[in-house]
């Protein structure tokens, strides 16, 4: 059983599309994803694509690719 208000995401599942792999990242491991969900407009359906990180996320990066060793 699928649940999710997302359509593509279903749509993918459901489909032949071969392996499909779902790992779910708690959001307090991952302090970009957090940080980029507290600054959605949450007025707007427009999707957003950044060619580059925001600046507000650079050092989280870094600091992500730093913690990454340890793992």
Known sequence: EV???NA???ELLLSDAGEIRIQH???SLNDIVDHMTKCV???SYLIRL???PPASVMNLLGRDHNMSIYY
């Open 8 to 10: 593509l995401l279903v």
């Open 50 to 52: 950044f060619r580059s």
């Open 3 to 5: 649940e999710s208000d």
């Open 41 to 43: 407009d949450t007025s």
């Open 25 to 27: 990242i708690l959001r």
